[in-house]
């Protein structure tokens, strides 16, 4: 059998995994508070941004490592686990502008506008699973991203040349930290 043989073998045992097949669920209670804030129920937007999300980049991660000399040669020693960058999404925006409205919500609810008053970590931060799917549906993974709250709303452009297009509304979530679970 040759190597091709075995890649579409293996291909039609295991299958292949879609970047397109995922599902974002947003938790806690903070995120209930802060759908109140949005004039939204936390089911109603849950369901919101699973339906408009585009495109979510799941982080990586990586090993802080330092050059120790103990005797003889260099070694890198590992000290620290690093999560790199933010967690970007990319939505479609509904005619209400809802979601934009949710993460603008959020950001005033963490720096109140009025005041510049910081609001208590512990009190805006929540929790969201992205779920990696089959084309069955069925669940490989879920990244449960810890301490999320909403860094960066990019701004949108309005153009006369975008006519033929929609409104795509980018966000930045900072997190602390993330653990992937696999199914079976």
Not at 85 to 107: M, P, S
Request: charged share 25%; proline share 4%.
């Amino acid at each position: 059998m040759s190597n091709i043989d075995d890649i579409i073998s293996n291909i039609e045992k295991q299958g292949i995994l879609s970047p397109a097949r995922y599902e974002l669920i947003f938790a806690g209670e903070n995120f209930n508070n802060i759908c109140g804030l949005a004039d939204s129920s936390p089911i109603q937007m849950n369901r919101l941004l699973r339906t408009s999300c585009e495109s979510v980049v799941i982080p990586g991660t990586s090993i802080a490592s330092k050059e120790i000399r103990v005797h003889g040669p260099l070694r890198e020693i590992p000290y620290e686990r690093l999560y790199t960058g933010d967690l970007n999404l990319t939505f479609r925006l509904d005619e209400a502008g809802l979601i934009r409205k949710f993460f603008l919500a959020w950001q005033d609810f963490i720096v109140k506008p009025e005041t510049h008053d910081m609001e208590y970590y512990d009190n805006y931060i929540c929790g969201l699973d992205i779920q990696q799917r089959t084309k069955n549906d069925d669940i490989v993974f879920t990244a449960k991203v810890q301490e999320i709250y909403p860094k960066q709303v990019n701004p949108l452009n309005l153009s006369f040349d975008s006519r033929d297009t929609y409104h795509k509304q980018e966000v930045s979530l900072a997190f602390r930290l993330f653990e992937t679970d696999f199914e079976n």
